[in-house]
């Protein structure tokens, strides 16, 4: 009897035996819902997606595709399949996974062989419909094949929901700015022809990290098929 309790236990050192307690059981897995848009997608319509949170260090997987680790700092890294990848702000059900995140895969071009192939909004963000909502808001930081394009181009919506975009083609520059109004912007939901490209951008908004953050997704699709397709991640 003395073995057996010992062997449902555990409690080897009580027994008389040596050893040390086994090591605790790992923390379950926890995952959250995302919409995931493609950047060679020929309509707005988004897939489901998921990214999942095994705990520090310990690579989790991604649907559609990849997978992503972070560190004990929250730094993440990418892997399976992916090249890179960029996240944006935490989700406050989850602070170790983003509210978005562009995923970048080799072999498409892109910058330094990074291609920002899918952008993942979580599930639960609300739509962002009109342009009004977005007055006063000013999305200063673009992310493309994975990279930072702050100092190439800036949005901002002014009080009456006049959407300004405006191009800096090189540092400090003043920039060249084109003015979209707010039935422009409501037509970009669904795509605007623009030189050549078909425009969609469709805001999110979603409390996180303490306030209401907005971030925008947009998908340019070249209208003469050259593959010149892209896609991008806006964010405040």
Not at 3 to 27: E, H, Q, R, V, Y
Not at 97 to 106: H, S
Not at 107 to 122: E, H, N, Q, R, S
Not at 129 to 154: K, M, N, P, Y
């Amino acid at each position: 009897m003395k073995s057996a309790i010992c062997l449902f236990t555990f409690a080897l050192s009580a027994c008389g035996g040596g050893g040390s307690d086994p090591a605790p059981p790992l923390a379950p897995l926890s995952s959250s819902e995302y919409l995931a848009y493609h950047y060679a997608a020929s309509d707005t319509q988004a897939i489901y997606a998921k990214l999942s949170d095994a705990g520090a260090n310990i690579s989790s997987p991604i649907i559609p595709k990849g997978s992503l680790t972070y560190d004990a700092n929250g730094q993440y890294s990418w892997g399976n399949g992916l090249s890179g990848g960029s996240a944006v702000y935490r989700l406050p059900e989850n602070p170790h996974l983003p509210f978005a995140a562009m995923l970048c895969e080799p072999g498409l071009g892109g910058v330094k062989d990074k291609k920002g192939t899918y952008v993942l909004i979580a599930a639960n963000a609300t739509k962002v419909s009109s342009a009004i909502e977005l007055a006063g808001q000013r999305f200063e930081t673009s992310v493309s094949d994975c990279q930072d394009d702050s100092q190439i181009e800036h949005l901002s919506f002014d009080a009456q929901g006049n959407m300004s975009r405006t191009t800096f083609h090189y540092p400090n520059s003043t920039g060249v700015t084109v003015i979209y109004s707010p039935a422009d912007f409501q037509q970009m939901q669904t795509g605007l022809d623009i030189l050549g490209y078909r425009t969609r951008l469709q805001a999110f908004k979603l409390v996180a990290e303490g306030k209401t953050r907005y971030i925008m997704v947009e998908q340019n699709k070249s209208l003469n098929g050259d593959g010149k397709d892209s896609i991008y991640l806006w964010k405040q």
